[in-house]
């Protein structure tokens, strides 16, 4: 069937498989390694194999392509794009960058190669606040493209920063009345929250972190349920971990819980099963291109081994 054919051209092919957490269950199932954004880049820059498969979105599989010019990369579905890394174009944020000629660009990982070839320096919801609080206290920010996390990181590192005007479909369109709703209903629950939520949702969350971070949280807390604002991918780990505590997914209206993020959700066995055989779609990029996105994103793994984030 299926899996095992996948399991036999993996071997033959010797091919890793990376997941993020808001694949569907059976793709987190096969996977060889599962993570957010910050532990797949590092991952993806220290793998032995001569093919990737990325099952995540194209801005993932494009930074394990920056990482390893030489491997295969490649995207069960080239369409998985990103609302996010869609809403900050190289173009207009170059035009944008011209109104701020001493600013330092931070980017946040959700963006093109291309935008990264326009940044200093990459970041993650797994590391934006160290990183930010780790740079020189004078320097003057661009913070892109997400303006949710942004305003989480000006908060939590009381600096100012100029923030570009982007933000995630899945994740700005949690509203505060159905967090309240089940708070209502499990008023014991804890809420935790992607940092890509909007202000109002973050400000009722009594952990806010990558999806990492929040599978460690809900892990190690004590509390038996929790109200949940992301992805509903995520769920599959928590309640995998932790068989015998409650997780409610914060519901985009009164009829559905369906928060899926619809590029997430192009990736399918099936996929997977035909990019291993074809070995297309493969990510390409051209040599400047990547060279120059390279250096901000190094940077973002070295600062982050030296801060002990990874
Ligand atoms: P994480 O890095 O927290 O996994 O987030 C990635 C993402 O795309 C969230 O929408
Ligand atoms: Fe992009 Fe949002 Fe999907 Fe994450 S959940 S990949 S930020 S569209």
């Given at each position: 069937m299926l899996i095992n054919e996948i399991l036999e051209l993996k071997k033959s092919k010797n091919a890793l498989i990376l997941a993020h957490y808001y694949q569907e269950d059976e793709i987190q199932d096969i996977a060889d390694f599962i993570g957010d954004s910050l532990a797949l880049a590092d991952k993806a820059q220290n793998v032995d194999n001569d093919i990737i498969v990325f099952c995540g979105v194209h801005f993932m599989a494009e930074t394990a392509k920056i990482l390893n010019l030489d491997k295969k990369i490649l995207l069960p579905d080239l369409e998985a794009g990103c609302s996010l890394a869609d809403s900050c174009p190289a173009d207009r944020f170059k035009e944008f960058k011209k109104n701020y000629p001493d600013h330092f660009v931070v980017s946040y990982i959700n963006c093109t190669a291309e935008m990264k070839t326009l940044s200093d320096l990459i970041c993650t919801s797994g590391n934006a606040v160290q990183l930010i609080n780790a740079l020189p206290k004078d320097l003057k920010i661009i913070f892109a493209p997400d303006k949710n996390l942004g305003a989480y990181v000006m908060e939590k590192t009381g600096r100012e920063m100029v923030l570009w005007n982007g933000t995630c479909h899945v994740h700005d369109q949690l509203k505060t009345e159905y967090v309240i709703n089940l708070k209502?209903?499990?008023?014991?629950?804890?809420?935790?929250?992607?940092?890509?939520?909007?202000?109002?949702?973050?400000?009722?969350?009594?952990?806010i972190?990558?999806?990492?971070?929040?599978?460690?949280?809900?892990?190690?807390?004590?509390n038996k349920q929790f109200i949940v604002a992301s992805e509903t991918g995520i769920l599959y780990q928590m309640q995998k971990n932790n068989p015998k505590k409650e997780f409610y997914v914060v519901p985009v209206d009164e009829t559905c819980a369906c928060n899926d993020c619809k590029y997430m959700k192009l990736n399918t066995l099936e996929k997977i099963r035909n990019c291993l055989r074809d070995e297309k779609p493969q990510i390409f990029l051209d040599r400047e291109t990547i060279k120059r996105a390279r250096k901000p994103l190094e940077l973002m793994l070295d600062i982050s081994k030296e801060l002990r984030i990874i």
């Open positions: 209502m209903q499990y008023p014991d629950a804890k809420v935790v929250a992607h940092p890509e939520c909007d202000g109002p949702v973050l400000a009722l969350a009594d952990f972190g990558s999806t990492n971070a929040m599978l460690k949280y809900v892990k190690q807390n004590e």
